[in-house]
């Protein structure tokens, strides 16, 4: 693996990452009603910075290989989502367009590991548990929304 | 061009526009110091949208190009970190932290600039502009930094 490149996906992911330190869950997010599943505040840096060693050995794996240009396509669009997520859903509260924004990003993290699989099996094989984190933070995003927004779309009223 | 990839990049684009429209400089910004120079707010969109469409056309003319890897790299680095921009400055209102992210971003867009010249000339002059407006904005930035912030740090004393 070419380590300047896994350096520099290194720290695009931590640029991506900085929105959780910047953009803090504080009272508004402890004071919502949460499901039983919902893992504590302390899981979550940590499985985020797990996962970005795995995205950014990934990356440094796939691009250098011939035909990757599809692949760092939806890689860029999953990052650019993997940043906005935060702010949207923390910094602005917004239950919805977090919503939104997670459902475009678990699309792209799924097409990126499927043309990573193309490229390189261990590049598709690292975006697995990425897939999978946003599957679960996209149920948690999913069922926050549900259970406090002030007025569901879907409500039975 | 390959237009699938110009629109998968251009979608990059707009996810990371889309914070210009989540978060709005409102009364906050209206009410800073700011230099005479400083552009109206209609420019900023009308500006943003233009150069998205040169990134996005850049990425899609420089990524198909072997030997691409690097480029594509400082690409996802100079996309997270246009994505981060406004929330940290718009949304915590925090100018120094803005500023920190703007000269990142500044950086990330010179390299990727001079890595896509050696791709593919067109794809490196698609970048020239927007290398000149991310120049503006840093001084931008920088100004009404300095302008209004609380406690300056080279303050004079």
């Known amino acids: 693996m070419d380590w300047i490149?896994?350096?520099i996906?290194?720290?695009?992911?931590?640029?991506?990452?900085?929105?959780g330190a910047l953009f803090q869950p504080g009272d508004w997010y402890r004071s919502l009603e949460k499901p039983r599943w919902t893992p504590p505040d302390w899981v979550?840096?940590?499985a985020?910075?797990?996962?970005?060693?795995?995205i950014a050995g990934a990356a440094a794996r796939a691009a250098p290989v011939e035909g990757s240009a599809?692949?760092?396509a939806t890689f860029a669009l999953q990052i650019a989502l993997?940043?906005?997520?935060?702010?949207?859903?923390?910094?602005?509260?917004?239950?919805?367009?977090?919503m939104l924004v997670i459902v475009a990003l678990w699309i792209s993290v799924a097409?990126?590991?499927?043309?990573?699989f193309q490229l390189d099996t261990l590049a598709g094989l690292l975006f697995v548990p990425y897939?999978?984190?946003?599957?679960?933070?996209?149920?948690?995003?999913?069922?926050?929304?549900r259970r406090n927004d002030p007025a569901p779309v879907a409500s039975s009223g």
């Open 70 to 72: 599809y692949a760092m």
């Open 9 to 19: 996906f290194l720290a695009t992911c931590l640029a991506a990452g900085s929105t």
């Open 82 to 98: 993997n940043t906005l997520w935060t702010p949207v859903f923390f910094g602005l509260r917004k239950m919805g367009g977090g």
């Open 5 to 7: 490149l896994f350096l």
């Open 44 to 46: 979550f840096p940590v």
């Open 131 to 145: 897939l999978g984190w946003v599957s679960i933070a996209a149920a948690l995003n999913y069922a926050v929304w």
């Open 48 to 54: 985020w910075f797990t996962l970005y060693l795995c």
């Open 111 to 116: 097409v990126t590991m499927a043309l990573f």
